[in-house]
């Protein structure tokens, strides 16, 4: 079965830091990836996804992640934050082909201060 | 607009009365789902679908039910609500390519606040 970790339950950032949160995941096969992100109030949207090719995939909000096949892992971060990237984030995967099937993290609530 | 569309976005109900949650996708999109949200738990997915008269599982299915007779439509229906039903729901939809291995990504609905008291 998998099963998705995310490390920081809850991260508090000055505005201007540079942002990273893990996400770990099991299983043996091929996976898609994803990053989902929730802004207060709202329903969760896509921030970034990975299916193939080159592991390191750009999103929306100048958002990047890293898929590293060996760690099991799709950190995401971001170089710079804001004020308006106060959200929750939501790490997701499912098996490659095996769209049954997605698992989310519990997720990482990020708190930027101005 | 391409959107899922739930309602009620609010629903307080009382244990033991019957309830249905709707959910509507114009995307034509054939996989559809239902996850909860709750504090400290994160999405955990209650049932999905992959097509018109297909469903299964998810990972807490207990209390629920579903149908799907429809490709837009995906309700969650449930019988009897306990208080421990008391979640944030949400209801989600992709497009599948027959035969390849791209997953399209999840579409949400903008959810659900249920109270079961």
């Known amino acids: 079965a998998q099963s998705v970790s995310q490390h920081n339950h809850h991260v508090i950032l000055s505005e201007a830091a540079s942002l990273e949160l893990g996400c770990n995941y099991s299983y043996g096969g091929t996976v898609n990836l994803f990053w989902y992100v929730q802004y207060p109030g709202q329903h969760l949207q896509l921030l970034l996804k990975?299916?193939?090719?080159?592991?390191l995939v750009k999103g929306i909000k100048g958002f990047e992640a890293e898929f590293i096949k060996s760690k099991f892992s799709f950190n995401l971060r971001k170089p710079s934050v804001q004020w308006s990237d106060t959200a929750e984030y939501f790490c997701?995967?499912?098996?490659?082909?095996?769209?049954?099937?997605?698992?989310f993290g519990i997720g990482t609530k990020l708190q930027v201060i101005p | 607009e391409a959107q899922v569309t739930q309602n009620p976005r609010y629903l307080i109900t009382v244990t033991g009365k019957k309830l249905t949650v709707t959910c509507s996708q114009n995307?034509?999109?054939?996989?559809m789902s239902w996850y909860r949200q709750d504090p400290g738990l994160g999405l955990r997915q209650i049932y999905y679908s992959m097509n018109v008269e297909v469903t299964d599982k998810g990972d807490v299915p207990e209390g629920y039910k579903v149908s799907r007779k429809e490709k837009r439509n995906f309700p969650l229906i449930l019988e009897s609500p306990s208080p421990n039903q008391t979640s944030l729901y949400f209801c989600?939809?992709?497009?599948?390519?027959?035969?390849?291995?791209?997953?399209?990504?999840?579409?949400f609905g903008n959810g659900t606040r249920l109270t079961v008291t």
């Open positions: 990975y299916f193939s090719g080159d592991p």
């Open positions: 989600a939809s992709s497009l599948v390519f027959s035969g390849s291995s791209y997953n399209s990504p999840l579409h």
């Open positions: 995307m034509n999109h054939e996989y």
């Open positions: 997701a995967v499912n098996a490659w082909g095996g769209y049954q099937k997605v698992t």
